[in-house]
């Protein structure tokens, strides 16, 4: 059973790059359908320093594992998901977990806010018990 943050604790979202800087990156579609070379350029051109820096100062302690909860799109598996995994990882020092997949189609590309709290990926695969996760995703 997965337990979510109530809406009332919820923590902040930190945002690396704007929507349209992401999709108007030359390596995006390549990325979004699965090239790993191209979501590792990607990441690279547009992970946030301060957005880094603030992940960092909140949940350092916890060394939370990054989940790359990758989905398979119309044109292949988003490879965007495990680069960012990967980066912030290397950046943080914190470890990973490629296991935990998404197992429906929420169809969030070009999704806004609303429909992308409406139609909420569902996700399986291997934890373990007592530690902290967070995922991230494209």
Not at 20 to 30: E, F, G, I, M, N
Not at 77 to 85: D, R
Request: charged share 15%; aromatic share 8%.
């Amino acid at each position: 059973m997965t337990v979510r943050y109530p809406w009332n604790a919820f923590p902040a979202v930190w945002i690396h790059a704007n929507e349209s800087a992401v999709k108007q990156h030359p390596t995006y579609l390549a990325a979004k359908s699965g090239d790993p070379d191209s979501a590792y350029l990607l990441v690279d051109a547009l992970l946030n320093p301060v957005t880094v820096g603030q992940l960092a100062l909140a949940f350092g302690e916890q060394k939370p594992i990054l989940v790359s909860a990758h989905a398979v799109e119309g044109a292949g598996v988003n490879a965007i998901p495990e680069a960012l995994a990967d980066m912030l990882a290397q950046q943080l020092g914190w470890p990973t977990d490629s296991g935990i997949i998404q197992t429906n189609i929420v169809a969030h590309t070009g999704a806004d806010g609303f429909s992308r709290l409406a139609r909420q990926a569902a996700f399986d695969g291997e934890v373990s018990a007592g530690n902290c996760y967070w995922g991230q995703s494209s």
